[in-house]
C-alpha cells in the first residue's frame, strides 16, 4: 500500500498540518494587525478632516489611522520627503481625532513577529507528536510497540482451569496448547498450526482470559495489544508498530499475540 493511499484512508493525516497553517495565518495576523489599505498623503488629510478616523499613528515614513467604521480597517499613506505636516496636524487638531508619534519600527520588530508565531506553531506540532507517541517516549520509540509483555512469569499462571462456560473454545484451543509444547510431533507429520484464531464476542465474556489461558498452559510469551494502537494520526505510525510487534514476537518465539478490538483497525480499512 502507497502512503497516499494510507493518507486517503486516514484522514485524519493532514490534521496536524492544517491546524499548524491556521494557527500561523491567526497568529501572524495578531502580531502585524489588520490588513491595511493605503491612499495617497493629501486624501489621508481629507479623510482625517472629514473625522473618519478613531485614532491616527505618525511616523517618520507614514501615517496610519483606523477607521470608525468599516470594522476599524487600517488606512495608510506615505508621508513624502521633506513635506510639512502642519497641514496633518491642524486637520487632526480641528476634527478632534486623537494621535500620536511613534519611531520607525526596528527590523528586530519584524523578526520576532514572525519567529514568535513560528515557534509557537513547533512548540504545538512537538505536543502532538508526544501524544501520537505516548507522552513521555522519546523520539526513538515513535514506531515502536506499545504491547504489554508477559513473559513466563506469575502473571501468565493462568490456565484453562480459570476459565469456564466456553468448553467448546476451550477444545478448540486444546490443540494450538499441544503444538506449541510439542511441536516436533506435528513438524514431524507435516502439520502446520494455524496462523491465528479469531475470538468473537461481547465484550466482558473472557476473550482475554482465555488467550491468556492458552499461553498460560503453553508456557509461552503474551504480547497484548489493542487494535486501536496501530490507528495514528501520523502516517505510516501504525504499520511501524506492527512490525515492532511482530519484530519483538520472532524473538520470543514460540509466543501468543493478543490484538484487543480488532475492529478498530477494519473499520478504517
Avoid at 515614513?61 to 502642519?86: F, I, N
Avoid at 478632534?96 to 513577529?113: F, I, K, L, Q
Avoid at 505536543?127 to 522519546?138: F, N
Wanted: aromatic share 10%; glycine share 10%; hydrophobic share 45%.
Amino acid at each position: 500500500m502507497t502512503g497516499r493511499d494510507e493518507t486517503r484512508r486516514h484522514p485524519t493525516a493532514h490534521r496536524p498540518g492544517w491546524m499548524a497553517v491556521a494557527s500561523l495565518v491567526l497568529l501572524q495576523y495578531l502580531a502585524l494587525g489588520a490588513p491595511s489599505h493605503q491612499v495617497p498623503y493629501s486624501e489621508f488629510i481629507r479623510m482625517v478632516s472629514a473625522g473618519r478616523f478613531e485614532r491616527v499613528v505618525i511616523t517618520p515614513t507614514e501615517v496610519r489611522g483606523r477607521l470608525k467604521q468599516e470594522g476599524g480597517k487600517q488606512v495608510v499613506a506615505k508621508r513624502p520627503p521633506g513635506m510639512d505636516e502642519r497641514p496633518l496636524i491642524e486637520a487632526l487638531t480641528k476634527s478632534g481625532t486623537p494621535y500620536e508619534g511613534r519611531p520607525e519600527t526596528s527590523a528586530s520588530w519584524w523578526m520576532w513577529a514572525w519567529m514568535v508565531p513560528l515557534l509557537m506553531i513547533l512548540f504545538l506540532w512537538f505536543l502532538g507528536w508526544r501524544t501520537a507517541m505516548g507522552g513521555s517516549r522519546g523520539p526513538m520509540e515513535f514506531g515502536r510497540t506499545r504491547a504489554r509483555i508477559y513473559d513466563r512469569s506469575a502473571e501468565l499462571s493462568v490456565t484453562f482451569d480459570d476459565v469456564a462456560g466456553v468448553d467448546e473454545a476451550e477444545a478448540e484451543l486444546a490443540e494450538i496448547v499441544d503444538f506449541l509444547k510439542h511441536p516436533e510431533k506435528y513438524q514431524r507429520l507435516g502439520g502446520r498450526i494455524p496462523k491465528g484464531v479469531l475470538l468473537v464476542g461481547p465484550p466482558g465474556t473472557g476473550k482475554t482470559l482465555l488467550a491468556r489461558a492458552v499461553a498460560g498452559e503453553a508456557n509461552v510469551p503474551f504480547f497484548a495489544i489493542s487494535g486501536s494502537e496501530f490507528v495514528e494520526m501520523f502516517v505510516g505510525v501504525g504499520a511501524s508498530r506492527v512490525r515492532d510487534l511482530f519484530l519483538q514476537a520472532k524473538m520470543r518465539a514460540p509466543c501468543i499475540i493478543f490484538i484487543d478490538e480488532l475492529d478498530a483497525i477494519g473499520k478504517v480499512r
